[in-house]
């Protein structure tokens, strides 16, 4: 049952994880987005647990790109080196993210978790668009090995398998390189730019080697190509019909042409042709020009002299170390028949790197994160605006600070022994009967008789208070009126009953052990902020100067409460009370009203005090005080509820 109103109470969580990394979170209407400096979230509601995972790790994600993302750099118009740059960027906010928080590393994991076992994520296969290839290979490769989501394994091994079919095998090597510099060697995200442009430069230089080594020896195949031959055999068991003069190569070649070709005495063999039509040349050195190698094992340069131009023109020799077939971009194969970009069973790169930078957003699987923003729409149940408001300190003003202080410390003193007595009288020691010990109670002997033997006594002992609790002032403009006690006597200004009260409060509280007090004031500087006064944890002498408050501005109570609630999550304590001191008039008494019930929902209990007014309409406890010294009698009231656990 915890559970579940801890699930119903998302704006508040989402609220406490935001205020934990220092960013602004509104709450409501039906979809995800981020605009750079406030995260928006749906209004959830409900129970579904896949539902959190996915929006904390949303959450968690896009607080590390505004903490450390440049949103000013330009991608230009090429959709790949956007995308491409992005992924390598979400692993290394993440990994940033995890050195402060690292309960984010296994927040975002299980988000991914979830994606891969509903099939949302999967795998990449050869016949893919190569833009999508690589950059599904990048995204699995990084998340696996340095973020340590191992979900990806198996989806990273089958999407290496179509990285290797359809890139130049010096392409994956290379990229496997540049991708170990990930996180190490990348500091903002202009790194993780130009290490984007430097793996699409990579490609296309592996690319113009692939086909330089293929115009140059057409008959070896790609260096990508899976099927390589091994040492010692024919590169293709086939090519023995289209090379038989090729004597130095091939085992089944005539050995009558092979003398010839080998004869020192004649610098070209007797002129006759192979059984393809191509004639036989030998170099001076008694080389096979055939082989097309050189005694270095290099290319040969083709000879300008050849009996027969192939393409049959006027004895001029076609370029074989360039793209001599302007129509496919790869040089024919020698034999007369089809190149090798056409086989099938070779993998043909050319083009490759065009089609990478020519990729559109619509030809690459969406990013991962805008489909977890896809997973978090809902129909909209509430069109709530309320956003989380970041706590700052106001200005510090210590001589008017320590003044406030002296003046309650009277009868701060007197608050915290009424206090102290109620805690005392609760955790008095008292006797426990049982079947054993070391200590008779009289007055027990007469149960002997009938067989009970609990007559000896054990003192019990009863734990301090064990509650965080959180104060709220507010000072906007209509604190600045005077308060009227109930015989219709002027007592001073709201704001300045509501400092008195909170100090006092602070100074009692603060005495009795297994209390954790903050203090916040409502509103900020600006509107869109509340002031920090005293943070749970710390005490309240170093920071009286931040009590000489003024009023101003509006009364956004319920963006107030909730800054509070979320700092009473983020609190170790059990019991958690959230109390406002208030003039009882909001901004937005619906927000407030919803604010305070989701408060309810996930075990924290919310008080008002009403400064010369009744606010029992917004809270469901409250009391009203008309000056300072009514407040330690009305505490009473409320003491054993607040501080005495059940």
């Known amino acids: 049952m915890k559970d579940r109103t801890l699930q119903r109470a998302f704006p508040i969580v989402a609220a406490a994880i935001g205020q934990r990394f220092g960013i602004k979170v509104r709450v409501g209407g039906d979809e995800a987005f981020t605009n750079g400096e406030v995260i928006q979230l749906p209004g959830y509601d409900g129970d579904d647990p896949d539902y959190k995972d996915f929006a904390w790790g949303l959450l968690a994600h896009e607080s590390f790109h505004i903490r450390y993302s440049d949103f000013s750099l330009d991608f230009g118009d090429r959709a790949i080196r956007r995308r491409l740059c992005n992924v390598i960027e ?54 696996n090995r340095v973020l340590g989501q191992s979900a990806f394994k198996p989806l990273l091994d089958e999407t290496e398998k179509a990285l290797e079919a359809a890139f130049p095998k010096g392409a994956v090597i290379r990229l ?47 260096s990508g190509q899976d099927n390589q031959s091994q040492p010692g055999e024919s590169d293709h068991d086939d090519s023995q019909s289209c090379q038989s003069g090729n004597a130095n ?75 001599a077939n302007s129509g496919s971009g790869i040089p024919s194969n020698g034999c007369g028949g089809q190149d090798d970009g056409d086989d099938p069973q070779i993998p043909n790169f050319n083009g490759l790197i065009q089609k990478i930078l020519n990729t559109t957003d619509d030809e690459l699987e969406p990013d991962v994160f805008d489909t977890v923003k896809d997973l978090l729409k809902i129909d909209a149940s509430q069109e709530s605006t309320i956003c989380l408001p ?62 009970d033997t609990r007559v000896f006594g054990r003192m019990a002992h009863k734990p301090n ?91 956004p109570m319920a963006e107030a409460i909730w800054f509070a609630a979320a700092s009473l999550l983020m609190c170790r304590e059990p019991r958690k009370v959230v109390m406002v001191l208030t003039d009882g008039d909001p901004d937005s008494r619906l927000s407030a009203l919803d604010i305070l019930e989701r408060c309810q929902r996930s075990g924290i209990e919310a008080v008002g005090i009403g400064l010369g007014i009744d606010v029992s309409h917004l809270f469901p406890k409250s009391i009203r005080i008309d000056n300072i010294s009514q407040l330690r009698t009305q505490l009473f009231a409320l003491a054993e509820d607040l501080l005495i656990t059940a």
């Open 90 to 143: 979400d692993v290394r906010i993440e990994f940033e993210g995890a050195k402060e928080y690292p309960g984010t590393k296994l927040t975002i994991r299980k988000a991914f978790e979830n994606m891969i076992a509903k099939g949302v994520i999967q795998s990449k296969r050869k016949d893919d668009h190569p833009g999508d290839i690589l950059l599904g290979y990048v995204l699995k490769s990084l998340r």
């Open 176 to 222: 496997k390189g540049l991708l170990s510099e990930v996180p190490d060697e990348l500091t903002c995200e202009q790194d993780c730019l130009s290490l984007t442009d430097r793996i699409l430069d990579m490609i296309e230089e592996e690319e113009r080697k692939e086909s330089e080594q293929k115009a140059n020896n057409p008959n070896s195949p790609p």
């Open 249 to 323: 190569e091939n085992q089944g070649s005539d050995p009558e042409q092979d003398s010839q070709a080998s004869s020192p005495s004649t610098g070209k063999d007797d002129g006759e042709n192979d059984d393809e039509g191509m004639p036989n040349q030998a170099n001076s050195d008694g080389n096979d020009a055939g082989s097309g190698m050189d005694d270095g094992g290099k290319p040969a340069k083709p000879s300008s002299q050849t009996p027969e131009s192939p393409s049959g023109s006027d004895g001029e020799s076609q370029p074989t170390g360039d793209f």
């Open 390 to 451: 970041n706590g700052e300190e106001p200005k510090r003003h210590d001589a008017l600070g320590v003044a406030l202080y002296q003046r309650v410390q009277g009868e701060s003193g007197k608050i915290r022994a009424a206090l102290q007595g109620i805690v005392q009288s609760h955790r008095r020691n008292r006797p426990v009967l049982k079947r054993s010990g070391s200590r008779i109670e009289a007055r027990q002997l007469h149960k002997l008789p009938t067989g």
């Open 465 to 555: 208070p064990n509650t965080a609790m959180h104060l709220v002032i507010d000072c906007s403009s209509s604190m600045n009126c005077d308060a009227i006690d109930s015989s219709g006597r002027n007592v001073g200004k709201r704001l300045s009953l509501a400092i008195d009260a909170a100090m006092a409060l602070s100074m009692a509280f603060e005495g009795i052990p297994g209390v954790n007090l903050g203090i916040t004031a409502f509103p900020g500087s600006d509107g869109q902020s509340v002031y920090s006064l005293l943070r749970h944890g710390q005490r309240i002498r170093p920071n009286v100067g931040y009590f000489a408050l003024v009023p101003h501005g509006s009364t």
